[in-house]
Protein backbone atom coordinates (compact mmCIF):
# COMPACT_ATOMS: atom_id res chain seq x y z
CA UNK A 1 0.00 0.00 0.00
CA UNK A 2 0.80 3.65 -0.36
CA UNK A 3 -0.52 6.50 2.08
CA UNK A 4 -0.26 10.18 1.74
CA UNK A 5 -0.72 12.50 4.41
CA UNK A 6 -1.29 15.85 4.18
CA UNK A 7 -0.43 19.01 6.60
CA UNK A 8 -0.68 22.85 5.87
CA UNK A 9 -4.38 23.38 6.28
CA UNK A 10 -5.98 26.21 8.87
CA UNK A 11 -7.45 29.84 8.71
CA UNK A 12 -6.27 32.70 7.24
CA UNK A 13 -7.32 35.64 6.10
CA UNK A 14 -8.88 37.00 2.73
CA UNK A 15 -5.65 37.60 0.61
CA UNK A 16 -3.56 35.40 2.89
CA UNK A 17 -1.17 32.54 2.13
CA UNK A 18 -1.04 28.81 2.86
CA UNK A 19 1.52 26.11 1.96
CA UNK A 20 0.17 22.32 1.49
CA UNK A 21 2.17 19.16 1.78
CA UNK A 22 1.29 15.76 0.47
CA UNK A 23 4.16 12.84 1.86
CA UNK A 24 3.59 9.80 0.09
CA UNK A 25 4.98 6.38 1.91
CA UNK A 26 5.38 2.96 0.96
CA UNK A 27 7.55 0.83 -1.35
CA UNK A 28 7.32 3.19 -3.88
CA UNK A 29 9.34 2.77 -7.05
CA UNK A 30 8.34 5.98 -8.87
CA UNK A 31 5.00 8.35 -8.84
CA UNK A 32 3.79 9.46 -12.16
CA UNK A 33 1.59 12.23 -11.61
CA UNK A 34 0.60 14.14 -8.56
CA UNK A 35 -2.82 16.23 -7.81
CA UNK A 36 -4.25 18.74 -5.52
CA UNK A 37 -8.06 17.67 -5.23
CA UNK A 38 -10.66 20.13 -3.25
CA UNK A 39 -14.27 19.76 -2.00
CA UNK A 40 -16.24 22.59 -0.65
CA UNK A 41 -19.31 21.79 1.43
CA UNK A 42 -22.19 20.16 -0.96
CA UNK A 43 -20.23 20.54 -4.38
CA UNK A 44 -18.35 17.85 -5.64
CA UNK A 45 -14.78 17.03 -5.71
CA UNK A 46 -12.69 19.68 -7.87
CA UNK A 47 -9.29 18.50 -9.90
CA UNK A 48 -7.54 21.76 -9.70
CA UNK A 49 -3.61 21.45 -9.95
CA UNK A 50 -1.77 18.76 -11.50
CA UNK A 51 2.26 17.84 -11.44
CA UNK A 52 4.15 15.35 -13.74
CA UNK A 53 7.34 13.08 -12.70
CA UNK A 54 9.11 15.71 -14.72
CA UNK A 55 7.83 18.65 -13.32
CA UNK A 56 5.22 19.90 -15.68
CA UNK A 57 2.09 21.75 -13.98
CA UNK A 58 -1.66 22.41 -15.11
CA UNK A 59 -3.90 24.35 -13.38
CA UNK A 60 -7.94 24.99 -13.80
CA UNK A 61 -8.07 29.15 -14.57
CA UNK A 62 -9.70 29.51 -11.07
CA UNK A 63 -6.18 29.42 -9.44
CA UNK A 64 -4.04 29.99 -11.73
CA UNK A 65 -1.46 33.10 -11.05
CA UNK A 66 -2.52 32.22 -6.99
CA UNK A 67 -1.50 28.68 -6.09
CA UNK A 68 1.65 26.69 -7.34
CA UNK A 69 2.08 23.33 -6.88
CA UNK A 70 5.52 21.93 -6.65
CA UNK A 71 7.28 18.33 -5.80
CA UNK A 72 10.32 16.88 -4.65
CA UNK A 73 10.80 13.70 -5.92
CA UNK A 74 14.00 12.57 -3.38
CA UNK A 75 11.15 12.77 -0.83
CA UNK A 76 8.06 11.86 -2.04
CA UNK A 77 6.63 15.21 -1.23
CA UNK A 78 4.46 17.60 -3.35
CA UNK A 79 3.29 21.09 -2.00
CA UNK A 80 1.16 23.55 -2.93
CA UNK A 81 1.79 27.00 -2.07
CA UNK A 82 -1.52 29.15 -2.02
CA UNK A 83 -1.62 32.48 -2.36
CA UNK A 84 -4.11 35.60 -2.79
CA UNK A 85 -6.37 33.29 -0.51
CA UNK A 86 -10.17 33.92 -1.87
CA UNK A 87 -13.48 33.14 0.65
CA UNK A 88 -14.26 31.03 -2.47
CA UNK A 89 -10.85 28.71 -1.72
CA UNK A 90 -12.55 27.26 1.36
CA UNK A 91 -12.52 23.54 1.43
CA UNK A 92 -11.34 20.52 2.20
CA UNK A 93 -7.96 19.90 -0.09
CA UNK A 94 -6.72 16.38 -0.84
CA UNK A 95 -3.92 15.03 -2.74
CA UNK A 96 -3.92 12.05 -4.79
CA UNK A 97 -1.08 10.09 -6.65
CA UNK A 98 -0.56 7.12 -8.60
CA UNK A 99 2.59 5.16 -9.73
CA UNK A 100 4.01 2.11 -8.80
CA UNK A 101 5.47 0.16 -5.88
CA UNK A 102 6.66 -2.96 -4.59
CA UNK A 103 3.61 -5.73 -3.35
CA UNK A 104 5.26 -8.87 -2.52
CA UNK A 105 8.18 -8.47 -5.10
CA UNK A 106 5.85 -7.36 -7.82
CA UNK A 107 5.78 -4.26 -9.40
CA UNK A 108 2.52 -3.21 -8.98
CA UNK A 109 0.59 0.50 -10.04
CA UNK A 110 -1.17 2.47 -7.25
CA UNK A 111 -3.52 4.98 -6.83
CA UNK A 112 -3.74 6.63 -3.73
CA UNK A 113 -5.70 9.50 -1.30
CA UNK A 114 -4.58 11.44 1.57
CA UNK A 115 -7.29 12.04 4.37
CA UNK A 116 -7.39 15.94 3.50
CA UNK A 117 -6.92 19.01 5.24
CA UNK A 118 -8.86 21.60 5.47
CA UNK A 119 -8.66 25.12 4.46
CA UNK A 120 -10.69 28.46 5.75
CA UNK A 121 -10.51 31.84 4.07
CA UNK A 122 -12.31 34.48 6.36
CA UNK A 123 -11.93 37.23 7.84
Known amino acids: QVQLVESGGGLVQPGGSLRLSCTASGRISGIASMNWYRQAPGQQRELFAT???????VYVDSVKGRFTISRDNTKNTMYLQMNSLKPEDTATYYCGANGKYWRGGVLTDFESWGQGTQVTVSS
Open 51 to 57: ITSGGDT
